[in-house]
């Protein structure tokens, strides 16, 4: 039997100890169990805990929230600037009445995991974060149990506040619409419940939720009419505008004259306001009990 020449060459070039083989080798031998490992043990947290997204403008209290839950303090940390995603392990026991500030840990309790992921509120990086939503959302396998969308119930009371709150809202909310039709598995998405959380109820300037549910709702009826008459001014007959596209960012109950968050429950998803705050939890705000008891009850 005959070897080809190029494959005798190959062989005899491998067989060689030269320094590019051996660079070779070595990252084959080495390297690759190390990537494999670190890839297979970065990836399984995402896989196997439920887990719960915040999003919301920048300075609504994310980071300060996911900290404070972190370290089970009664003080709140001081906070920083997220760039990039910021997740935390957190757990409830397991008929989900342990409070916040409970170390299961030392307690020896049999508690659910899961995580919070934070995320940077800035404009420029929201494009990150609905893509991540609208792609973990559609899946029928995911982890992601709840959204809290937070803001600063004292920022809503200002000038454009509940306009700048309602504009990023949209998009959540559009995105988890969007996940029933965009499913690349024949079931269904499972339900994903939005919390509201209006954070900062302890400054004396807060908007109550009551409040902010319904200015809310009716700014979010506002995007939505401005965005389908924008289609319908292009041009196109009412009746000749294909239904599907048309109804593409139609937020709620298509055609409904006004929004309400209760036609998002078509879509699987239940929004519920709950007013709290992080910081000055001496009596001066309800605190975030609330918001930890919605969070275990989706556990
Ligand atoms: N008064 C008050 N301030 C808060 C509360 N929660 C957060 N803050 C402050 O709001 C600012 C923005 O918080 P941060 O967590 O960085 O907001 P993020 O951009 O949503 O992550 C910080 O100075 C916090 O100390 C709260 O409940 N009450
Ligand atoms: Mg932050």
New binding site residues.
């Given amino acids: 039997m005959e070897i080809p020449a190029a494959l005798m060459g190959a062989l005899e070039y491998l067989l060689t100890p030269s320094i590019p083989v051996m660079v070779l080798g070595f990252v084959i031998v080495v390297l690759f169990p190390i990537w494999l490992h670190m890839y297979l043990s970065g990836s399984t947290a995402y896989i196997t805990l439920p887990s719960v997204l915040v999003v919301?403008?920048?300075?609504?209290?994310?980071?300060?929230?996911?900290?404070r839950l972190e370290r089970r303090t009664p003080q709140?940390a001081?906070?920083?600037?997220?760039q990039t995603l910021n997740i935390v392990e957190l757990a409830i026991n397991e008929d989900g009445t342990s409070k916040y500030s409970d170390d299961l840990d030392a307690s020896g309790a049999v508690a659910k995991k899961f995580l919070m992921v934070?995320t940077?509120?800035h404009g420029k990086l929201r494009g990150a974060t609905l893509a991540r939503l609208a792609s973990a959302a559609s899946t029928a396998e995911t982890k992601l149990r709840a959204v809290i969308y937070?803001v600063?119930s004292?920022a809503l009371a200002e000038d454009g506040g509940i306009a700048a709150a309602a504009s990023y809202l949209y998009e959540i909310l559009l995105a988890l619409q969007k996940r029933m039709s965009a499913g690349k598995s024949s079931k269904a998405p499972p339900a994903i419940p939005v919390l509201i959380a209006a954070?900062?109820?302890?400054?004396f300037t807060a908007l109550p939720a009551t409040l902010i549910k319904s200015q809310l709702e009716a700014e979010l009826g506002r995007i939505r009419t401005s965005r389908s008459k924008g289609l319908l001014s292009s041009g196109v007959g009412a009746d000749d505008v294909d239904s599907a596209s048309e109804n593409d960012d139609w937020l709620g109950e298509y055609g409904s004259k006004a929004f309400q968050f209760g036609q998002m429950r078509e879509f699987d998803t239940d929004v519920t306001v709950l007013a709290?705050?992080?910081?000055?939890?001496n009596g001066s705000?309800p605190g975030l009990d609330k918001w930890w008891r919605w969070i275990a009850d989706k556990m």
């Fill in positions: 919301g403008p920048p300075g609504a209290g994310k980071t300060a929230l996911i900290t709140p001081t906070t920083y600037t997220s934070d940077p509120g937070m600063d004292a954070n900062k109820s302890d400054l709290g705050n992080v910081v000055g939890d705000g």
